[in-house]
């Protein structure tokens, strides 16, 4: 069965530090990746998606990720924090079978990012 | 452009009642899908329609039902609602759904029952 494991529910790091937020997943067949963001009492926003074309992706504000299908990581870089990136951080899958796409994204449970003056 | 828009955006309700959530995607998205949001199990997929069918349905009891209007619109209902409903109910709107595309997500609503 497909899934999600996301490393860590909680990060703290200092402002400016580098951002490493880990997501590995369990597919049986080629994945659609994404990394999402949820501010409070918000809903989610897409950060970056990887889709089978270049496995180093770049994101919005400086957020990049890398697909390693050896190691089946998806793991969330950012190389300066800013107090702005606090909030929690949801790696999601997607796939397709038998030729058809699922569409359904299946969730990481989470890491929730702390950033420190 | 207008983003996904969910209504209302905090519910309370009792025990045994039913409650019915409203999202109106993207204009020109013909994908919705719901998911439930809570502290213990995380984001879980309920179901996504796609020109007024159900395409895919997650794994919840027959209480959790949605519908999709010829606009796109969707709503969701969950009939004899439990405490353990109590969660944030978030949409999403794509283009034509599928594994590689992007989802945008509305604000959720947050339904608390008592």
């Known amino acids: 069965a497909q899934s999600v494991t996301q490393l860590g529910s909680h990060v703290s790091v200092s402002e400016g530090a580098l951002v490493l937020l880990r997501c590995n997943y369990s597919s049986s067949v080629p994945p659609y990746l994404f990394w999402y963001v949820q501010y409070p009492n918000q809903g989610l926003q897409l950060l970056l998606k990887y889709t089978s074309a270049a496995t180093l992706v770049k994101g919005i504000n400086d957020f990049e990720a890398e697909f390693k299908k050896s190691e089946t990581s998806f793991h969330l870089t950012k190389p300066s924090a800013h107090m702005s990136d606090a909030a929690e951080y949801f790696c999601?899958?997607?796939?397709?079978?038998?030729?058809?796409?699922?569409?359904?994204?299946?969730f990481g449970k989470g890491t929730k990012l702390s950033v420190k003056p | 452009k207008a983003g996904v828009t969910q209504t209302p955006r905090y519910l309370i309700k009792t025990r045994g009642q039913q409650v019915t959530l409203s999202c109106s995607p993207i204009s020109g998205h013909r994908s919705v899908s719901w998911y439930q949001q809570t502290p213990g199990q995380g984001l879980q997929f309920l179901f996504e329609y796609f020109s007024e069918t159900q395409r895919n349905k997650g794994n919840f009891p027959g209480r959790f039902s949605g519908r999709q209007f010829s606009n796109s619109r969707s709503e969701m209902n969950v009939s004899t609602l439990e405490l353990g409903d109590s969660a944030l109910y978030l949409c999403?709107?794509?283009?034509?759904?599928?594994?590689?595309?992007?989802?945008?997500f509305g604000q959720g609503t947050r339904l608390t029952v008592v």
């Open positions: 999403a709107s794509s283009f034509q759904g599928g594994g590689g595309t992007e989802a945008f």
């Open positions: 999601a899958v997607s796939f397709m079978k038998y030729g058809a796409s699922q569409g359904n994204l299946i």
